[in-house]
Nanobody, 125 residues
Framework: QVQLLESGGGSVQTGGSLRLTCAAS????????MAWFRQAPGKERECIST????????VYADSVKGRFTVSQDNPKNTLFLRMDSLIPEDTAMYYC??????????????????WGQGTQVTVSS
């Protein structure tokens, strides 16, 4: 059974940091692309970063560029999202996603086949 399991969310103050983890299991082969999305109440789900797990090439949304960093531990099929300089606007449910190909682009949720259940991040001012 394919599963993506996020962890590491929590509550922090403005300027704080968190590291999210996405553990992938049940895949017969490693998904070529993995991503982090987030969704705040009343807003569309936003892609904040996508990584090519083979080459390591990573793209970021402008809203998080320079503050968030994606990394991976390939032998353990684990994806990380390091979030620094957090601001209240980063408050959202954060999701991990995976796919074999980006049929609709790197930042389109339709490109992604597999999704985790999410982990909540709350940033207070």
């Amino acid at each position: 059974q394919v599963q993506l399991l996020e962890s590491g969310g929590g509550s922090v103050q403005t300027g704080g940091s968190l590291r999210l983890t996405c553990a992938a299991s049940g895949f017969t082969t490693r998904s070529t692309y993995m991503a982090w999305f987030r969704q705040a109440p009343g807003k569309e789900r936003e892609c904040i970063s996508t990584i090519n797990t083979v080459t390591g090439y990573t793209v970021y949304a402008d809203s998080v560029k320079g503050r968030f960093t994606v990394s991976q531990d390939n032998p353990k099929n684990t994806l990380f999202l390091r979030m620094d300089s957090l601001i209240p606007e980063d408050t959202a449910m954060y999701y991990c996603a995976a796919t074999e190909r980006l049929s609709y682009g790197w930042n389109n949720r339709l490109s992604f086949t597999y999704w985790g259940q999410g982990t909540q991040v709350t940033v207070s001012s």
